[in-house]
Every structure is written in structure tokens, then in C-alpha cells.
């Protein structure tokens, strides 16, 4: 699975993003993996944003770090391989690089957070969130 992430840039706080994260799956539905996205700020450890996984062609359970509830939203577009993560109220803090990860298990809940969990990741995008 190769994971293409884009949608990154400079913006104000309070302003919105999109991210986006394209999968090429090939042997692999799309649809039947577990995808999220993390995030790495300059010399800190690469943590957990949101997760999506797959219950049916339409329907799908999400998951959000605590510091992101409320003001991101995952979605997924089964039909175009493609992950998506809006960024509302955009925060100096949010400021890292966004990477996007995929999962070919099935996880229980308490396992979306964990970096170990996940067999595939994007290159990264870098979202900048200027005061």
C-alpha cells in the first residue's frame, strides 16, 4: 500500500485545512483498511490526530486525540481510496507534520492510538499555524 498526503500549508490561527491522503492498494481493498493520520512537531515524538476505520461500504466508526476533538474530522471516500482529515479552528499548537497512516488489521478500539499498529505510512505533510 503507498500512501500519497497532500493538502498542507501555511495558515492563521482560526483558519481551516484539508488533508488529504490518497492510497494506491493494489491487492488490497481500500475500504477494508484502518487509516489515520498522526503528527510530528520539530524534535517531538509522532503522535496520534485521528483514526477511521471500516465497518461497511457506507458506514465507518472514527477516533480523535482529545486535543482534536471537536475541530477535525476524518472521512474516508471509499470509491476514490482517499482519506481526508478538515482542520476547523486551527491552532498554533496543530503546527507539525501530518502523516498518514494504514492499517491492513483489525484493531480493537484501544488500538488506534498506537504508532505500532499501523503497517504503512505517507511521506508527510507539513502544516504550518501562525499566530
Known amino acids: 500500500v503507498q500512501l500519497q498526503a497532500s493538502g498542507g500549508g501555511l495558515v492563521q490561527a482560526g483558519e481551516s485545512l484539508r488533508l488529504s491522503c490518497a492510497a494506491a492498494a493494489s491487492g488490497r481493498a481500500f475500504s477494508s483498511l484502518v487509516m489515520a493520520w498522526f503528527r510530528q512537531a520539530p524534535e517531538k515524538e509522532r503522535y496520534f490526530v485521528a483514526a477511521i476505520n471500516y465497518i461497511s461500504w457506507t458506514d465507518s466508526s472514527s477516533y480523535y486525540a482529545d486535543s482534536v476533538k471537536g475541530r477535525f474530522t476524518i472521512s474516508r471516500d471509499n470509491a476514490k481510496n482517499t482519506v481526508y482529515l478538515q482542520m476547523n479552528s486551527l491552532k498554533p499548537e496543530d503546527t507539525a507534520v501530518y502523516y498518514c497512516?494504514?492499517?491492513?488489521?483489525?484493531?480493537?478500539?484501544?488500538?488506534?492510538?498506537?504508532?505500532?499498529?499501523?503497517?504503512?505510512w505517507g511521506q508527510g505533510t507539513q502544516v504550518t499555524v501562525s499566530s
Open positions: 497512516a494504514a492499517s491492513q488489521r483489525r484493531l480493537p478500539s484501544g488500538s488506534y492510538y498506537h504508532i505500532q499498529s499501523y503497517d504503512y
